[in-house]
Structures are given as C-alpha cells and as structure tokens.
Nanobody
Framework: QVQLVESGGGLVQAGGSLRLSCAASGRTFSTYSWFRQAPGKEREFVAT??????????ADSVKGRFTITISREKAKNTVYLQMNSLKPEDTAVYYC????????????WGQGTQVTVSS
C-alpha cells in the first residue's frame, strides 16, 4: 500500500527558511515532485526530482531559493524541499506527488502541508 506522509510546514517570516518532508512508502516511483496551491489559485508545479540519476527541475519562481533532494532507504524514499529566502507569495498548501515511469499523470498525492510566510 502506497503512503505519502508530509511534514514540515508552518509559519515563518519573509526571508526565513523551512524544510518540507514527504515520506513515500509502498513502492519506488520514477518521479517525486512538489506542487503548491494558494487560495483562489490553481495547483502549480514547484520542483521535481528523478529517482534514477537524481536530476532536478524547478519552477522559475523558486529557482535559486528552493532545493529538492531525495533520501533512498530500503522501505521508503523521503523527498525534501528546502525553502530559503521565503517570500509572502510562497504562501500556499504544498503537496508532494509521485509518478511511475511513462505516466503523464501523478499516481498519488500527499495530504498537503500549509506554509505561511508573513511580511
């Protein structure tokens, strides 16, 4: 059974940092990503990492400030999102998503974790 458990959200002042975690158990996926959704807006891509090779991709809005990494363990993989130099516009619910190789859609999503950046 696949489970995605997110943690690490919270309230931080502008310029501060947070680290989000997403523990994915049950199987290994090809792609691990973070998305976010602000109130009244659609969910948007933030960052992704490939399990094989570790290549990463970022949305332009977070490039240079956010870093996605993955920890490979026997029973689970944990994907992290280190967020530095946070801005009020980064305020959103952050979701991790996982996808099998060759799939266009994401197979599973985490429950979401709230990040609030005060000015």
């Amino acid at each position: 059974q696949v489970q995605l458990v997110e943690s690490g959200g919270g309230l931080v002042q502008a310029g501060g940092s947070l680290r989000l975690s997403c523990a994915a158990s049950g199987r290994t996926f090809s792609t691990y990503s973070w998305f976010r959704q602000a109130p009244g807006k659609e969910r948007e891509f933030v960052a992704t990492i490939r399990w094989s090779g570790g290549s990463t991709y970022y949305a332009d809005s977070v490039k240079g400030r956010f870093t996605i990494t993955i920890s490979r363990e026997k029973a689970k993989n944990t994907v992290y999102l280190q967020m530095n130099s946070l801005k009020p516009e980064d305020t959103a619910v952050y979701y991790c998503g996982v996808r099998r190789a060759g799939q266009a859609e994401y197979d599973y999503w985490g429950q979401g974790t709230q990040v609030t950046v005060s000015s």
